[in-house]
C-alpha cells in the first residue's frame, strides 16, 4: 500500500524543501493562499539560513501589501528566481526585483495557471498568443524585470503561418497549497474555501517531477463521503499541516463570510456609491453592458459597474464572472477580491481561463494606468514600482468587447454637478493620455487586428479604438473640448465636430 501522508508540523514540513527547489505556492490574494506555511519558510530561512536559491513560482498575487503571503519570501539568498502573475500585493518582492537581487518575470496569470497543466503532463510549455507585441513578448524583453534577469522563458514559434508564443515548462520540486479538510490519507476537500485556485495541477506538477506536495489544512476527518469532492487526492500529498484555523482566514480581509461559499441573492454586499468621477464611470461603462452578457471586472475603478447595476435593478440582466473562478454573484473587493458573494458555481482556475482564453467573455471592464494615441494600454509600471499584468493579459486579449476605466488624469480629481452639466472642480496632476507607455500591456493595433470593439470610459470623455488610433467620441455636458480635455492630453486624438453629448447618468 501506498504511504499515508505524513500529518506534521509546519516547520518540520518545510524542513523537507532543499535548497536550489522550484517552488509552486498556490492562492488569490488571501483567499487560499497557505500561511502558515510560507511563514515558516521564513522562519527557518532567518534562523538557519536555509533553504537557498529557491525559485519561486506563483500564478496570482498572493499578500496584503505588507507581511503576509509571499512577502514572507522576500529574502536575499532565499530566493534566485521569481515567476510569478501579480507583483503589487508582495512589495517586499517588487523591491527584491526592482533593486536587482533576484531574477524576476512577469508573465499573464492565465498562462501561469495553465502552465502548471502542461509541467504536470511534461508537454513543453503553453502555445497562445496572449502577450504578443507586449512587453511580455521575447521582442520587447519577454518579460524580465531586471538587468540580472538574462535566460529567456519565452520564444516566438510560427504555426500554421502564424506568430504564437511558447511560454516554457519548467520542473517542479515542491507544491504549497492549502485546503480545509484531510483524511488521514491525504484527501483534501475545501468546503470552506472561497476558491479552488490551481491546487490539483500543483500538486500533479510537482509530484510528477519527483517532489514533494504540502497541504495546509484546517482539520483531519474520519472519512470524505463523497469522493467527488476531493479536490486533491491523497496520492499526491506527501505532509499535512493542520492548522487549527490559525494563519488560515478565508482571505486576508476577512475571518470567514459564509456567502462566498453559498448561493443566494443579496445585492446589500454591493457599498452605495455617492456621486463623484467614480460613479459617472460606472454608471456609461455600465451602458456598454448588454443583457445576457458574460462580464470579467477588473479590480478596483471597474467594480463601481456592479455598484451601479445594484443601484439601478440591473444586476440580473448579465453574469459576473472572476478569473479565480466564481461565476455568478457579485465579486468581493479589496483583500477578499478572488472571492464572490453568493456564486452560482466556482470553477478551478485553470478552466475558467481556458473558457476566457477561448472568448467566452462578451465583455470585460478593466482599469488602466496609461492610455497613448494608438489605443495601447498601460497597467503594470507607475509610481516607482511594479505591479504586474495578472489576469489583465489574458482577459483583455480575448474578451469580445472592451471597456477600460479611468479618471481623465490622475491625482485628487475633483468633479460637481451643476444641474445637467460636469464641472471640473480640482484638475487631476498627472496625465493618463500620455504620448508614451512606460510598459505595453495590451496593444491596440492587435485588437483592430482580432476584431475586437474597445472603449475608454472617462468622467468627462469617452474614446473608441479605431484602425487609425483613438477617437474621441463623446463629451459630458458642460466639458470644454479643448480647455477641459485636448490641451490636457499629451496627444490630440481624433474627432469630428461636433462631438456627440456623453450620457450623464448618476441619479
Sequence with gaps: MRAKALITTADEAIAAIPSGATVAVGGFVGAGHPEMLTAALERRFIKEGLPQDLTLFYCAGQGDRGDR?????????????????????????????????????????????????????????VFTQVGLNTFIDPINGGGRLNARTTESLIERVKVDGQIWLRYKSMPLNVGLIRATSADRRGNLTMEREGLIGEVLPIAQAAKNHGGIVVAQVEKIVDRIDDPKAVRVPGMLVDYLVVSGGKDHDQTFGEVFNPSYISTGDDTESVPLLGFSERQIIGARALREVRSGDIVNLGIGLPETVAAVAAQTGRLDDFTLTVESGPIGGIPASGLSFGCSHFPEAIVDQPSQFDFYDGGGLDLAVLGAVEVDAEGSVNVTSFAGRFAGVGGFMNIAHSARRLVFCCSFRAGEIEVAREGGSLRIVKEGKHPKFVRQLQQVCFHGPSAIARGQQVLYVTERAVFELTSEG??????????????????????????????????????
Aim: hydrophobic share 45%.
Design 69 to 125: 503571503g509571499l512577502n514572507h519570501l522576500a529574502h536575499r539568498g532565499l530566493l534566485r528566481r521569481v515567476v510569478g502573475g501579480h507583483w503589487n500585493l508582495a512589495p517586499k518582492l517588487g523591491a527584491l526585483a526592482l533593486a536587482n537581487e533576484i531574477e524576476a518575470y512577469n508573465f499573464p496569470q492565465g498562462v501561469l495557471c495553465v502552465l502548471l497543466r502542461e509541467i504536470a503532463a511534461k508537454r513543453p510549455g
Design 470 to 507: 483613438l477617437r474621441l467620441i463623446e463629451l459630458a455636458p458642460g466639458i470644454d473640448l479643448c480647455g477641459d480635455v485636448l490641451d490636457r492630453m499629451d496627444f490630440v486624438p481624433q474627432y469630428a465636430s461636433p462631438v456627440r453629448e456623453m450620457p450623464f447618468l448618476f441619479d
